[in-house]
């Protein structure tokens, strides 16, 4: 698989305007955008055939094109490694082997990653552990067996 697909928009040297628009419609890795149709991409607010070509251009530099089935990489989940704040629920695959249980495979349910946007760092982890609650009430009695819910916070805003 080409690694391009895996990186953000941004290094395919597009212009502010192509990146802003693209953002405003949620894509922000190579392969998001490469699953779009050419007709999908014209639909998108601001851009037009110049930024449609600027695009087709970009991607075909890395040997990619536009409307391209680009499988979900199973069991992989990327995160936002950038992020202030991540939230994540998910389960183990458990194998036994040899009357031994053993992890098989991560199950990723919800992934949020967030940045600090509140000018009141409290109010905005309220919100955050009040998520985390939800979802642990959400995931109590998943079927497919326990649920982890782990939140992560960067460093250097546990002494905010």
Request: with cysteine.
């Amino acid at each position: 698989m080409n690694d391009m697909l895996y990186k953000k928009i941004e290094e395919l040297g597009l212009s502010v305007r192509c990146i802003n628009c693209l953002h405003s419609v949620r894509i922000t890795l190579v392969s998001d955008l490469v699953r779009f149709t050419e007709k999908q991409i014209l639909k998108t607010h601001n851009l037009g055939k110049k930024q449609l070509s600027e695009i087709k251009d970009a991607v075909a530099r890395y040997g990619l094109e536009l409307g391209t089935y680009v499988p979900d990489e199973e069991g992989t989940v990327k995160i936002d490694t950038d992020a202030e704040y991540v939230l994540e629920a998910y389960w183990w695959e458990r194998k036994l082997v040899d009357n031994v249980v053993k992890d098989k495979k991560k199950h990723m349910l919800a992934c949020i990653a967030c940045y600090r946007e509140h000018e009141d760092p409290d109010s905005q982890l309220e919100e955050i552990l009040a998520l985390k609650d939800a979802l642990i009430h959400t995931y109590r009695f998943y079927p497919e067996g326990e649920v982890c819910v782990k939140l992560t916070i960067k460093e250097e805003f546990v002494n905010v």
